[in-house]
Protein backbone atom coordinates (compact mmCIF):
# COMPACT_ATOMS: atom_id res chain seq x y z
CA UNK A 1 0.00 0.00 0.00
CA UNK A 2 1.48 3.28 -0.89
CA UNK A 3 1.20 6.40 2.31
CA UNK A 4 -0.22 9.48 1.89
CA UNK A 5 2.57 11.66 0.56
CA UNK A 6 0.35 14.40 -0.84
CA UNK A 7 1.56 17.76 0.71
CA UNK A 8 4.68 16.60 2.82
CA UNK A 9 8.11 17.67 2.89
CA UNK A 10 9.93 15.66 -0.19
CA UNK A 11 12.26 14.35 2.27
CA UNK A 12 9.88 12.66 4.17
CA UNK A 13 7.50 11.68 1.67
CA UNK A 14 10.92 9.47 -0.12
CA UNK A 15 11.28 8.22 3.56
CA UNK A 16 7.82 6.86 3.49
CA UNK A 17 7.95 5.88 0.61
CA UNK A 18 11.64 3.87 0.85
CA UNK A 19 10.06 2.39 4.43
CA UNK A 20 6.87 0.65 2.58
CA UNK A 21 9.24 -0.66 -0.40
CA UNK A 22 7.10 1.85 -3.06
CA UNK A 23 9.24 3.05 -6.23
CA UNK A 24 8.99 6.56 -7.44
CA UNK A 25 10.14 9.21 -10.04
CA UNK A 26 10.25 12.70 -9.36
CA UNK A 27 9.18 15.65 -11.71
CA UNK A 28 9.63 19.68 -10.55
CA UNK A 29 7.07 22.01 -11.51
CA UNK A 30 7.90 26.05 -11.84
CA UNK A 31 5.81 29.13 -11.49
CA UNK A 32 5.72 30.39 -15.39
CA UNK A 33 6.50 34.09 -13.84
CA UNK A 34 8.38 35.35 -11.10
CA UNK A 35 6.24 37.36 -9.41
CA UNK A 36 6.20 35.49 -5.97
CA UNK A 37 9.73 34.19 -5.05
CA UNK A 38 10.29 30.26 -4.04
CA UNK A 39 12.58 28.40 -2.05
CA UNK A 40 14.11 25.45 -4.40
CA UNK A 41 15.72 23.94 -0.89
CA UNK A 42 12.23 23.04 0.27
CA UNK A 43 10.44 21.01 -2.29
CA UNK A 44 7.19 19.85 -0.90
CA UNK A 45 4.65 16.74 -2.61
CA UNK A 46 2.19 19.12 -5.09
CA UNK A 47 0.91 16.17 -7.06
CA UNK A 48 0.76 12.06 -6.57
CA UNK A 49 -0.17 9.51 -9.88
CA UNK A 50 0.32 5.82 -8.90
CA UNK A 51 1.36 4.08 -11.68
CA UNK A 52 -0.39 0.50 -13.20
CA UNK A 53 3.31 -1.57 -11.76
CA UNK A 54 2.66 -0.19 -8.16
CA UNK A 55 5.28 3.04 -8.57
CA UNK A 56 4.29 6.26 -8.67
CA UNK A 57 5.03 9.68 -9.95
CA UNK A 58 5.47 12.61 -7.35
CA UNK A 59 5.64 16.41 -8.67
CA UNK A 60 7.60 18.61 -6.28
CA UNK A 61 7.16 22.41 -5.97
CA UNK A 62 9.44 24.90 -4.17
CA UNK A 63 8.05 26.34 -0.88
CA UNK A 64 6.81 30.28 -1.48
CA UNK A 65 8.72 32.76 0.17
CA UNK A 66 6.39 35.15 1.89
CA UNK A 67 7.50 38.84 1.07
CA UNK A 68 8.29 40.68 4.35
CA UNK A 69 5.69 43.69 5.57
CA UNK A 70 6.61 47.08 5.51
CA UNK A 71 5.57 49.29 8.13
Avoid at 4 to 31: C, I, K
Amino acid sequence: MTPDVLGRPAEEAYRLLLEAGVEYTTELTRPTRSFFPVDEAKLYVVRVVKCPDGSCRLTLAAKQIKPRKEV
